[in-house]
């Protein structure tokens, strides 16, 4: 068994090699986002934007303009990943 961090996460991603079509323009944002619906670390790529403020691109199926408002109404927040996630940020595999 192996560990995978939860930097990691992007093995696993439905738009994993598609890193230029994740930025699009306004028009094209809706599109995108139905790519993150069912993908399995959903999770992960909106925590990952939401913790390191991540400003350009969908991620997590949010638009950047989505997550900044979030932010902001959520101040609190020290950790999405702990929010989003449980406080689960690794995940064991089989080898």
């Known amino acids: 068994m192996s560990v995978i961090t939860h930097a990691d996460w992007t093995i696993d991603a439905k738009c994993r090699g598609m890193e230029d079509a994740l930025f699009p323009e306004a028009s094209e944002q809706k599109r995108v986002r139905q790519l993150c619906m069912g993908c399995p670390v ?3 790529c ?5 913790d390191n403020r991540i400003e350009w691109g969908v991620w997590g199926g949010m638009t950047e303009r989505e997550r900044r408002q979030l932010l902001r109404q959520r101040p609190d927040v020290s950790s999405w990943a702990d929010l989003l996630m449980g406080g689960q940020r690794s995940v064991e595999r089989a080898a």
Do not use: F, H
């Open 42 to 44: 959903r999770m992960n």
């Open 46 to 50: 909106l925590s990952e934007a939401l």
